[in-house]
C-alpha cells in the first residue's frame, strides 16, 4: 500500500510539472532588445546628434502596462553647465502593430549637475499605456525632448529604429464596457423596483378587495328575513304539534264513551 502511493504522488507531481512547463511555453512572453538610435536633434545653438542604445521594458499593472525608456548614452550636449535639477527630459514612444498611437514617457530631472560640452545624460523615463485593440502591439523609441534654462530640444530619430519592444495585449474596453453595463442595468433595475411594486401592489390590493367583496356575498344573511323565516318553522312545527294533540285527545274521548 506504501509503495503504491508512493507511485501514486510521484505521478501526480510529474503530471503537474509537465501541465507548469505546458503553460510556461504556450503564455505569450514580452520580446524585448536594445535598438541603437540615431538622435539628430535641433537645439538653440545648432544642430547636433548622438546614437544611444534605447532599451524600452513594459510591466503589466491591471488593465495597462507601465513601460519604461532607458537610454544607454547620453545625447546632445549643452555650451554651458546645467546645474542640478535645470533639465527636464520626456519622450514619446511610438505605438504599433495591432495598436498605434504614442505614449508620452517622462522622468526625473537631472541629480547632479551636467558639465559643458558634455552628452546629457537622459534619467530612465516611464508612462501608462492602455491597449485599445487586442493583439501583438510593438513600442518604438519617438521624438526626445529636454527643457533646460528656457530653452527646447527636440532630437529626432533619423534611422527608422526597429521596435524595442513587442507585447501581446488585451484590449482594456471589456472593463469598461462591463462597468458601465453594470451602471446601465443598475438604473433600469432601480427605476423598475421603484416604479414597479407601487401598481403591482395596488393591483394586488384591489383583487384582495375585490375578492373580500365576492366572498361576503356568499356568506349566509343573519338579517330580518333569516329571524321571520325562522319563526315561521317554529310556529308550523307548534301547529302540528297542537292538532296532534287535539286529535288524540278526540279520539281518546271517542274510546272512552
Not at 501541465?19 to 524585448?32: K, S
Not at 401592489?201 to 338579517?223: C, E, K, N, V, Y
Not at 308550523?236 to 288524540?248: E, H, M, Q, R
Request: glycine share 16%; net charge positive; charged share 15%.
Amino acid at each position: 500500500m506504501r509503495v503504491d502511493r508512493i507511485c501514486r504522488a510521484g505521478g501526480l507531481a510529474l503530471a503537474t510539472t509537465v501541465a507548469a512547463a505546458a503553460m510556461l511555453l504556450a503564455a505569450p512572453a514580452a520580446h524585448a532588445e536594445t535598438v541603437d538610435v540615431d538622435y539628430r536633434c535641433k537645439t538653440p545653438i545648432g544642430d547636433k546628434g548622438a546614437v544611444s542604445p534605447i532599451e524600452i521594458k513594459g510591466v503589466k499593472s491591471g488593465s495597462s502596462y507601465r513601460l519604461t525608456m532607458s537610454f544607454r548614452k547620453g545625447v546632445s550636449s549643452s555650451p554651458v553647465e546645467l546645474g542640478a535639477g535645470a533639465m527636464n527630459p520626456s519622450a514619446l514612444i511610438t505605438v504599433g502593430g495591432a495598436d498605434s498611437g504614442t505614449v508620452t514617457v517622462t522622468g526625473p530631472a537631472n541629480s547632479s549637475a551636467i558639465p559643458a560640452n558634455t552628452p546629457i545624460r537622459i534619467s530612465d523615463l516611464s508612462g501608462t499605456y492602455t491597449p485599445r485593440k487586442s493583439g501583438k502591439v510593438t513600442f518604438t523609441a519617438g521624438v526626445l525632448t529636454i527643457k533646460a534654462l528656457g530653452t527646447t530640444t527636440t532630437c529626432t530619430p533619423a534611422n527608422s529604429p526597429k521596435p524595442s519592444l513587442t507585447l501581446d495585449v488585451t484590449a482594456a474596453g471589456g472593463s469598461d464596457q462591463g462597468s458601465s453595463g453594470a451602471s446601465g442595468s443598475g438604473s433600469p433595475s432601480g427605476s423598475g423596483s421603484a416604479a414597479g411594486p407601487g401598481p403591482g401592489t395596488g393591483a394586488g390590493a384591489d383583487q384582495g378587495s375585490a375578492g373580500a367583496g365576492q366572498g361576503g356575498d356568499r356568506l349566509p344573511q343573519t338579517g330580518p328575513m333569516d329571524s321571520a323565516v325562522a319563526l315561521g318553522t317554529l310556529g308550523g312545527t307548534i301547529l302540528l304539534v297542537g292538532a296532534a294533540g287535539v286529535l288524540w285527545l278526540t279520539r281518546r274521548r271517542r274510546a272512552l264513551r
